[in-house]
């Protein structure tokens, strides 16, 4: 940067001007003055120009981006905030770790199938619970009851415990409970007989062995009975089947 002038090399140049101009001031003037307009003009547009390049300057921590760079951000923003893209993630990890959807719906199917069969032996249990404590079948017992709700509560009596049982049923919209023994004289008479064939006279009653068909204990588990009466099923199609192939073999013969 030029030293500023003082005020002798002002004089100075001021005169060297004024020479220039063969000593005429006015002139000098007016050329003086034309230059000053001049400067003023183009030292406002760098003052514009300066106040723009302000605006365009990043502010102080910063960063710039290209324009792919930009568009990229403003793709990874849409995501969400970086604790929210996180757990997506982590959730799209677990998801990930059940498996494929075709094993996912088998895994599933396998559950419903084994709660169903959870299901049919809790049920079971709670049949022959309550069968026992009002001396009951528990097969016609459970054929009975079907979809019905049993409640098994357990007191105490004279010292000793005592269970009682209720039976709760539909009515309309409404659920309503009654002692099973009572429902079943009053809904199931014609059941009676065959729900108090049971080897058991209630729970202070003599116990018997009660005999099925051909001598034999009768099939109270209700998973055993209907294995076992598919069983004789199969059996007899297998005679039936002989049967008709001794039959067939002996019109050949003849």
């Known amino acids: 940067m030029a030293d500023e002038p003082n005020d002798k090399t002002a004089a100075q140049a001021l005169q060297s001007l004024l020479d220039k101009h063969k000593g005429d001031a006015m002139a000098l003037a007016l050329q003086l003055v034309q230059e ?5 003009h183009k030292n406002a547009g760098h003052r514009a120009e300066i ?3 302000k605006g365009k300057v990043p502010a102080e921590g910063s960063i ?3 324009k792919a760079d930009a568009q990229r951000w ?4 849409a995501l969400g905030k970086p604790e929210e893209v996180k757990q997506k993630l982590a959730e799209t990890d677990a998801y990930a770790a059940l498996g494929k959807v075709d094993e996912i719906k088998a895994k599933l199917s396998e559950g419903e199938a084994l709660q169903g069969r959870l299901s049919a032996y809790e049920k079971e249990k709670q049949v022959r619970e309550a069968a026992e404590a009002v ?6 017992l459970a054929d009975r009851v079907g979809s019905a709700g049993l409640e098994i509560t357990s007191e105490t009596k004279d010292g000793k415990p005592v269970k009682s049982v209720s039976i709760k049923v539909k009515e309309g919209e409404a659920e309503k409970s009654y002692p099973l023994v009572e429902y079943a004289e009053k809904n199931w008479g014609p ?6 064939a049971n080897g058991q006279q209630g729970q202070q009653g003599t116990r018997y062995i009660e005999q099925g068909a051909g001598g034999k204990p009768p099939v109270n588990d209700i998973f055993t009975r209907i294995r076992q009466e598919a069983k004789e099923r ?3 199609r ?3 089947d002989k049967s008709l192939e001794e039959r067939l073999n002996m019109s050949k013969r003849a």
Request: charged share 25%.
């Open 36 to 40: 000053n307009y001049e400067l003023r």
């Open 51 to 53: 106040e723009q390049l």
């Open 64 to 66: 710039t981006l290209s």
């Open 74 to 77: 403003a793709d990874y923003q």
């Open 135 to 140: 001396g009951f079948n528990p097969v016609v």
């Open 191 to 196: 059941y009676m007989a065959s729900l108090k």
């Open 234 to 236: 199969e059996e007899a």
């Open 238 to 240: 297998k005679q039936s």
